[in-house]
């Protein structure tokens, strides 16, 4: 069978008017012969609305009633988009995970799919029908409702993509597509037409955006061919699929920044074994999560100087758990609010010799001068002044020639 | 099992704070060792708004969708509730009519309740919890949502007192009972303390507003005994139970009336069998409910007149409906708009006589004049002009000492 798996977010079902042009674009995918199945996440806001109510009804609201309580705004979507397709003459249904069922394990709030029953859908499908699943949800195997944590809507559809063997899993979004850097930050960043998995991965901060990386990771376990593309606007979109699809690879595929972050440098920590742990172990313990990490080669053999940065937010907290632990001996602590993290990456840079010297020259060109380095295979990342973001992506985009 | 049945409809779960006072009695109950089995409607507006949606979506929504998107409206009514009580530290959680089961017969939108599954309830039950079930909804035998059509979760909180033997169905809505009359149109209206269905079912358009007919016909057929009271005001409320479980019954019950009816009378309508027949059919094929029914006997044994009443709603209609039927024949038609039914209610009547003509002498002393009289075993109503209706009312109430 030829079936595509069509995922709509929030925003592209938020109205009414935009889920009849919703019902539009599953018709047509149906017209072409494809055996379609449909995810939907709920209509935009409501998600928000019932997770207000449950915190005036208490500010402990029980996980389990939680799940039972979003499940619905799935639920109204997927009848809603399921009766325009009636309407529109289609043979087609809602399909509650319950009902199919898609089967969660994990925790309530935090599950995830590791089941999906084909019987009733694959017959439906055979049958003509567009089955329209409620995204993020399924059930546990005490027939409770549960939510998926991690990647929400865009995990089942990975998922129900995997388990029904799709051609492709195409991500219907508000965006156009993954951009070689945020096109709100540089307005000549260009729209990606192929990406790999692991470059997406990368791209964290711009994919977050398009899709959760949860669930890019979930794809590329699966090889699932991903197009992302927007609802509102008939353009291809971008797809992301494995390294070996992908021809004529640029060296670099897009430059992502952060604005959030701050360093922090331990100046004259102990240089010994376990110092490292005993600083990031309270840290972690209160959820801060620590990004760049660099340490000096010490210099006398006794002390050496310690760096990593963190989101601005957790800055204060950070300082408090630094100064009130007593296992953590310094002398001294600086702190740095308005850095920014930009990263390049590309998986043309494994086999191209000189991207890092080609990046640092031509930030250097701008004296805009490096504070720390972090580099994985596939990605170069810099801290840099904050005020110096917007120069540095500019001349980094030129210089990798994004915009060609 | 000391098992009662809590319904608490769309008002007395309207808001966030109004929940918080339902799981206040739901708790009430529990502390006095009850097994408590609670059942909710949507909060109030919800359902409406669905609706509107779909209507917005297409003006023949699909029946089976349409019972998709309904139930969620009491999904998360049952959810808040449920999560209230946790915080309250009770142990409860909502049951889905899927997850009992419920199971319904009939067609969507208008299915109605055969089979409640008892075995994870009683287990939930004996472990001590609280189960929140979701009214006005089941599965079929296809797995799918229905919503129950007539009774709503009326119906679901009858069949829930059935299936569990519960000792008591008690019916949480915004007033505080039944009264002799309604205390919008007669101030001195009492709330009675004990009624029995038939006089409850006769008091229909006073009882709708507290519960539907259907219901009260299913809570008499299992002899299942319902309080109607507030979920606001905590006062005791109405007991509806069978007649031989009522001491003292006084001869009259209760008075209802209607106020939005018109009389409609065929004259010189031809004297043959299946004449009624003829002029009912077309009028019933479109929905249109007729009332009050007299045929005056025949005068020359060739002509009559006969006279119904409809609601003012239906006139145009039903003009046009006797005009355009050529199979009726009249010499003249007669419509009267302003006319309000009065009944006098109660199981009383039966072994008391001259009740009829307590009331027609009544009502002749405040020179009230009487178009159409019809009776029932428990009921006799009159036609009046609706300028003397609230005269009528109290009257009646007088004359009948409902106010003692």
């Known amino acids: 069978m030829k079936i595509v798996v069509l995922k709509f977010g929030g925003t592209s079902v938020g109205t009414i008017e935009k889920i009849k042009k919703v019902a539009q674009i599953i018709g047509n995918y149906k017209k072409k012969n494809y055996k379609v199945v449909v995810v939907s996440s709920a209509m935009s806001g409501?998600?928000?609305?019932?997770?207000?109510?449950?915190?005036?009804?208490?500010?402990?609201?029980?996980d389990a009633e939680h799940d039972v309580l979003l499940s619905t705004g799935e639920q109204v979507a997927c009848s809603l988009i399921a009766g325009r397709l009636i309407h529109n003459g289609f043979k087609s249904r809602s399909w509650l995970a319950w009902q199919i069922p898609i089967i969660t394990n994990g925790s309530y709030k935090n599950s995830r799919i590791y089941q999906i029953s084909k019987i009733k859908i694959i017959k439906y499908l055979k049958d003509g029908g567009i089955p329209i699943i409620t995204g993020f949800q399924g059930i546990n195997l005490d027939q409770r409702i549960t939510t998926i944590g991690r990647g929400g809507s865009d995990a089942s559809a990975i998922m129900l993509a995997k388990f029904f063997k799709a051609l492709r899993c195409v991500i219907y979004t508000d965006v156009e597509g993954v951009y070689t850097t945020d096109p709100n930050k540089l307005s000549k960043a260009k729209k990606i037409k192929v990406i790999s998995y692991e470059e997406m991965l990368e791209m964290a901060s711009l994919g977050a955006k398009v899709m959760q990386p949860v669930s890019i990771q979930d794809a590329r376990l699966n090889r699932i061919n991903i197009e992302v593309r927007s609802s509102f606007v008939k353009k291809s979109g971008t797809l992301i699929t494995k390294k070996?699809?992908?021809?004529?690879?640029?060296?670099?595929?897009?430059?992502?920044?952060?604005?959030n972050d701050s360093k922090v440098t331990l100046v004259g920590v102990k240089d010994k074994p376990g110092v490292a742990a005993s600083i990031f172990k309270?840290?972690?313990?209160?959820?801060i999560n620590v990004d760049m990490v660099v340490q000096n080669i010490s210099q006398n053999g006794k002390e050496t100087d310690l760096t990593f940065t963190i989101k601005t937010d957790d800055l204060n907290r950070?300082?408090?758990?630094l100064k009130d632990n007593k296992n953590i001996n310094f002398r001294k602590l600086v702190l740095e609010k308005d850095v920014s993290?930009?990263?390049?990456?590309?998986?043309?840079?494994?086999?191209?010799?000189?991207?890092?010297f080609r990046m640092f020259q031509a930030l250097a060109n701008k004296k805009i001068n490096i504070k720390v380095i972090s580099t994985s295979e596939i990605k170069i990342s810099v801290l840099i002044d904050k005020k110096n973001s917007k120069k540095a992506l500019d001349v980094l985009h030129n210089e990798f020639k994004l915009d060609k």
């Open 46 to 62: 409501v998600t928000n609305e019932l997770l207000k109510k449950s915190n005036l009804i208490s500010e402990n609201f029980s």
């Open 318 to 321: 950070t300082k408090k758990i």
């Open 244 to 259: 070996s699809n992908i021809k004529n690879n640029k060296i670099i595929t897009g430059i992502s920044s952060t604005h």
């Open 341 to 356: 993290k930009i990263s390049i990456i590309g998986v043309g840079m494994i086999t191209t010799p000189g991207v890092t």
């Open 282 to 287: 309270p840290l972690s313990k209160n959820s």
